[in-house]
């Protein structure tokens, strides 16, 4: 796992990523409950009320265990976890190997905490984004 540092984010250019986190993690169900742990610490980083921040974790654990199943059967699965900071957003991308049908996970997941939900086959593999704002740092203050 990496962790770049967070800047002080009234210092950074507007839509300027603060920080990022990236792990990669095997295709292990006992893993899922790090990612929500991960998520939730980014979005309290990030400013997020506690129930957006248990919201956001709790559907990146769910497209965690949507990776685990579309990765199921590849012998070296990881699956890779991207959370990208913003001062008026959260990004995760998960990456894994896959053949489930992006549209159909897309779908499956677009009822959980998320503003946007981005799912494309890539190389061999299945990439998800969720996208989630902070609404009150758009209107300038803090998440």
């Not at 996970?105 to 299945?126: P, Q, T, W, Y």
């Amino acid at each position: 796992m990496s962790a770049e540092p967070a800047a002080n984010p009234s210092s950074a250019a507007p839509g300027a990523r603060t920080s990022r986190i990236e792990c990669n993690l095997d295709n292990d169900p006992r893993l899922l409950a790090s990612v929500e742990t991960i998520v939730a610490h980014a979005a309290g980083r990030a400013g997020f009320p506690e129930d957006a921040q248990r919201e956001v974790a709790v559907a990146a654990a769910n497209a965690s265990r949507e990776m685990a199943v579309s990765a199921n059967g590849s012998a070296a699965a990881t699956t890779r976890l991207i959370v990208d900071e913003f001062p008026d957003r959260l990004e995760l991308t998960f990456e894994s190997p896959g053949a489930l049908n992006p549209e159909g996970m897309r779908k499956r997941l677009e009822g959980n905490a998320n503003d946007r939900i981005r799912c494309e086959s890539r190389e061999g593999g299945v990439r998800l984004t969720l996208l989630k704002s902070c609404g009150a740092a758009k209107s300038g203050s803090a998440c």
